[in-house]
């Protein structure tokens, strides 16, 4: 199956399998078993057709920022699909974002935890869940301060119907690679001195289309790509 891209037909099978590529070296540098790092495609403006022939290549994980887009791609993919939800959360879409997704990337307030937690509790499910570290400090951008990570994660650590499995972080976008390693570097030690009764954790998920060999070699196992598996992403509007 083959998608177009300015005219030129691009096998998505390809591409999957050079990012898999990169993946296996970054991870083998550093190292790591690749086996444990998971790719997820970044799905925004792509279309369901390409998605199913993403999915038929052998990508199970995709991810999503917005509700609305992600509801008719998720009813037309398989159950067997893992959806992951990796953008700005608003408070009144937190109980069908909840239902939807199998884990929420971007846990960064107090009130949304509780959201969160209140619809865990009432489906008998802990809702799964990273907390957003904001990496760079920057403005543009969601999460929490670094500083404020482990108290953070001490207060909704304690709510019911919630389970904090990671951090997630965005590196600032700098013209190299190799400049955001220590971004990368500075979450995999705030990752791993995090040991709170309780918090499981699992998963770090940094790393996108033009840093992720970077994340990987800094131990990141969940990877959000979608240019270098989609091409450019389609202007909305």
């Known amino acids: 199956m083959f998608t177009r891209e300015g005219g030129i037909t691009i096998n998505f099978a390809d591409r999957y399998a050079e990012v898999r590529r990169k993946v296996r070296e970054a991870a083998l540098k550093s190292g790591r078993d690749p086996r444990l790092i998971k790719i997820i495609g970044v799905t925004k403006t792509v279309d369901v057709e390409r998605i199913k022939e993403a999915f038929l290549s052998g990508l199970k994980d995709f991810g999503e920022n917005r509700l609305q887009e992600a509801e008719g791609k998720i009813a037309a993919l398989p159950n067997s699909v893992n ?7 608003q408070t009144n879409k ?6 939807l997704f199998r884990l929420i990337h971007s846990l960064d307030r107090f009130k949304l935890a509780s959201f969160l937690a209140r619809e865990g509790q009432e489906r008998g499910k802990s809702v799964p869940v990273l907390v957003q570290v904001n990496i760079g400090k920057e403005k543009t951008k969601a999460g929490l301060d670094p500083e404020e990570v482990k108290d953070f994660i001490e207060d909704v650590s304690t709510l019911p119907g919630l389970k904090i499995c990671g951090l997630m972080g965005i590196a600032p976008f700098l013209a190299q690679p190799e400049e955001v390693r220590p971004y990368f570097r500075s979450l995999k030690l705030l990752f791993d001195q995090i040991k709170i009764p309780g918090v499981e954790m ?4 940094m790393g996108m289309s033009n840093d992720f060999e970077v994340a990987v070699e800094e131990g990141a196992n969940l990877l959000r790509i979608g240019t270098a598996l989609f091409g450019e992403r389609r202007l909305e509007g």
């Open 202 to 205: 699992k998963y770090l998920s």
């Open 83 to 89: 959806w992951h939800f990796i953008g700005r959360l």
């Open 94 to 99: 937190a109980r069908k974002v909840a239902r």
